[in-house]
């Protein structure tokens, strides 16, 4: 009886360690912020690199921005890492916490009532040759320096 309580565990380690793809935090600017527009929330943070088009061999740095949407899902007010999940339509009130990768939101549950959430964004994104990523989806430069 034991095995059978045992595999739902195991099964929810798996997937969190496969959605750890992370560093952000590590290797781009500690001043990561959350951007709204358009009923989508953003991440944006500076990283190093060149971006993908760039021509200018000066560049080494892009600060860019990541939608939400693209990385998050809300299971039930709580948020958790997911290609595509849509985060960003149930969740208000998003932002940092500083000095980490951590961020929080409101998020709504089936109830309606929101329940703040927590999730560690070094996790989730990563720093793809200057452009935030997250399951291999780029966000979009904003600017080069």
Partial sequence: ?????????LLTCLATLSAAAGGFFDECSPS?????????HFIVATCPGTGYASADANV????????????????????EAQALGGATSFCRNCHGVSGT?????????????YITSVIDLNTVLE???????????????IATA
Wanted: proline share 3%.
């Fill in 60 to 79: 080494t740095s892009v600060t860019s921005a990541l939608s939400m949407g693209d990385c998050l899902v809300n299971v039930e007010g709580s948020l």
């Fill in 32 to 40: 990561w912020s959350i951007g709204y527009r358009s009923s989508q």
């Fill in 101 to 113: 990768a951590k961020m929080l939101c409101d998020c709504k549950e089936s109830g309606g009532y």
């Fill in 1 to 9: 009886m034991h095995h059978t309580t045992a595999l739902p565990f």
């Fill in 127 to 141: 720093n793809d040759n200057g452009i935030l990523s997250c399951f291999g989806l780029p966000g979009f430069a």
